[in-house]
């Protein structure tokens, strides 16, 4: 049996798991951003698939997790503790550059 609070706390982390994978859609969208305008990204990036092709699959994903977080956030009706994860600090899109510098 399961009380109001292991419901919260499933809705929680339901809610937590939602915010990483939109993360997630927004750190794939920055890279194919980068990607469609880096003469060293490009090439590999987008090798199987045309730039807009890309880049409008991942904005679609990105709104999917976009809403599915937001509907979650509504459901929970506050801010879970633990949504601390944040994007990465200073971390360069393209290592490719960041690695040749001499
Ligand atoms: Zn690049």
């Not at 927004?26 to 003469?39: D, F, N, S």
């Not at 999917?64 to 899109?93: N, S």
Request: charged share 25%.
């Amino acid at each position: 049996m399961h009380d109001a609070a292991d419901g919260t706390r499933a809705l929680e982390q339901r809610t937590i798991a939602a915010h990483r994978a939109y993360l997630d859609a927004l750190i794939v969208l920055e890279r194919i951003a980068h990607a469609a305008t880096c003469p060293k990204c490009a090439p590999t990036e987008f090798a199987d698939v045309a730039p807009t092709q890309a880049h409008s699959t991942a904005d679609a994903h990105k709104e999917v997790c976009r809403t599915a977080f937001r509907d979650l956030l509504g459901q929970l009706g506050h801010i879970p503790r633990e949504l601390t994860a944040a994007l990465p600090k200073g971390e360069a899109w393209c290592t490719k550059q960041a690695t040749n510098i001499e």
